[in-house]
């Protein structure tokens, strides 16, 4: 009999240092409320981070060790992601954490490139192997299709992305 694993979480921030760097540090202030981030202000700044952060504890943090004894595997073509992962990417997705500085008109949120770099950083800390995934979308694919197999570079958003269509990855 399989014994389950048990989804412990061990990741842990401190926010008010991310709120520090952002604002004594950064400058992030002398951004928001100006053109193109006038949607954002202090408020938005943190609770994106606090958001964020709850996001990381309880979904991707749990997930870390799953990832570690089950890894992903390559089965007939597919990739198989480890258990909870699959649902965990199109959470992410969801909460728009990925396209956070993406602006409004293009589908993000118009957030400052800087508040997406903590994000990423919380993101990272609490999984860095789920986090690595979004890589993919640019590293080489090894093409069979002739005897001299050229790289080439995929376009797609990532081989389990809502944005590649039929996802690849169960």
């Not at 604002?23 to 193109?36: D, W």
């Not at 991707?60 to 597919?78: E, S, T």
């Not at 954490?97 to 609490?126: C, D, F, N, T």
Request: proline share 6%; hydrophobic share 40%; net charge positive.
């Amino acid at each position: 009999m399989t014994k389950p694993i048990q989804t412990i979480n061990r990741y842990k921030a401190d926010l008010r240092e991310f709120t520090f760097l952002l604002f004594e540090q950064l400058g992030i202030a002398e951004l928001l409320g100006k053109a193109p981030y006038d949607a954002w202000g202090e408020e938005e700044v943190k609770t994106s981070l606090a958001e964020c952060y709850r996001f990381a504890r309880e979904v991707l943090g749990p997930l870390n060790v799953v990832g570690d004894i089950q890894g992903c595997k390559l089965v007939d073509g597919r990739v198989i992601t480890p258990d909870g992962f699959k649902d965990a990417w199109t959470k992410l997705y969801e909460a728009g954490w990925k396209s956070l500085a993406v602006p409004a008109e293009h589908g993000g949120a118009g957030a400052p490139r800087m508040l997406q770099v903590l994000v990423e950083e919380i993101l990272s800390g609490s999984n860095a192997a789920f986090n690595m995934y979004p890589a993919w979308r640019t590293a080489p694919a090894r093409s069979s299709s002739t005897s001299a197999r050229r790289t080439r570079r995929s376009t797609t958003a990532g081989p389990c992305s809502p944005a590649s269509g039929a996802a690849p990855c169960a």
